[in-house]
C-alpha cells in the first residue's frame, strides 16, 4: 500500500498569515496514463470532507485561488497565502493513483 | 447541481448487518466510478470500496473484504454498501464519493454504530 505522510499535523497560524501542508507518498503517484492523483481535502469542523485540489493543483469550483497546490513524484505541499477564519479544519492529501487509495493522517489548522 | 445523499446508518450489534445507499442527482450517474469512504469518530479518512461506472472493477479495503459488497443500480442512480459481520471498530460515518479522475465529489454521510 502507498504510505502517505503529511507534515506538520498541527499548524497554528496566524490570520493574514501563510500556511503550508507537505505530503509525502512513500512511492512516485504518476500513474500509467501520465497522470499523478494527488488530491487535496478540507475537512471543517462538523462537515464532510470537500476537495480542494485533484491531479496536485487542479482547483476544484469555488475553492478560493489563496490556495494552491503543488508538487511532483512523491512530495507535494498544499499553502494558504493568508489564512482566513473560515480556513480552520483539517486539511487531507489523497492519493487514487493504485489502490487501496490512502490518506495523509491530516493536519490540523488552527488560529493562533 | 451534483447530490449525493446517504441513508441506511444506524445502531447495529456486533455481528449484525446493514445496507447503506448513496442517491446520486445532478449528473449522469452511469458514467462515473463510486467510492465509499468512512471516518471512525475523532479520526482521519479511510477509503472503504470502489466500484466503477459499469461495475467492470470493484475494489475494498483490506480491513473490510470479505465482510462488505458494493454494487450499484444505474437505472436508480444508487450506489450501495452491504456491510455483513460488523465489529466494533466499523462504527463510522460513512460518506460515498462521485470520482472522475481524481475529482472527488463528497455525500454528507450516514452514522453506522457497531455496539451491544
Known amino acids: 500500500d502507498i504510505v502517505m505522510t503529511q507534515t506538520p499535523l498541527s499548524s497554528p497560524v496566524t490570520l493574514g498569515q501563510p500556511a503550508s501542508v507537505s505530503c509525502r507518498s512513500s512511492?512516485?503517484?504518476?500513474?500509467?496514463?501520465?497522470?499523478?492523483?494527488l488530491s487535496w481535502l478540507q475537512q471543517r469542523p462538523g462537515q464532510p470532507p470537500r476537495l480542494l485540489f485533484y491531479?496536485?493543483?487542479n482547483r476544484f469550483s469555488g475553492v478560493p485561488d489563496r490556495f494552491s497546490g503543488s508538487g511532483a513524484g512523491t512530495d507535494f505541499t498544499l499553502k494558504i497565502s493568508r489564512v482566513e477564519a473560515e480556513d480552520v479544519g483539517v486539511y487531507y492529501c489523497?492519493?487514487?493513483?493504485?489502490?487501496?487509495?490512502?490518506f495523509g493522517q491530516g493536519t490540523k489548522l488552527e488560529i493562533k | 447541481e451534483v447530490q449525493l445523499v446517504e441513508s441506511g446508518g444506524g445502531l447495529v450489534q456486533p455481528g449484525g448487518s446493514l445496507r447503506l445507499s448513496c442517491a446520486a442527482s445532478?449528473?449522469?450517474?452511469?458514467?462515473?466510478?463510486m467510492n465509499w469512504v468512512r471516518q471512525a469518530p475523532g479520526k482521519g479518512l479511510e477509503w472503504v470500496s470502489f466500484?466503477?461506472?459499469?461495475?467492470?472493477?470493484?475494489y475494498y479495503a483490506d480491513s473490510v473484504k470479505g465482510r462488505c459488497t458494493i454494487s450499484r443500480d444505474n437505472v436508480n442512480n444508487l450506489v450501495y454498501l452491504q456491510m455483513d459481520s460488523l465489529r466494533d471498530e466499523d462504527t463510522a460515518i460513512y460518506y460515498c464519493?462521485?470520482?472522475?479522475?481524481?475529482?472527488?465529489?463528497w455525500g454528507q454521510g450516514t452514522l453506522v454504530t457497531v455496539s451491544s
Open positions: 512511492q512516485s503517484l504518476v500513474h500509467s496514463d501520465g497522470n499523478t492523483y
Open positions: 466500484i466503477r461506472h459499469d461495475s467492470s472493477d470493484i
Open positions: 491531479k496536485i493543483s
Open positions: 489523497m492519493q487514487l493513483t493504485q489502490f487501496p487509495y490512502t
Open positions: 445532478g449528473f449522469t450517474f452511469s458514467s462515473y466510478s
Open positions: 464519493a462521485r470520482e472522475w479522475f481524481g475529482e472527488l465529489n
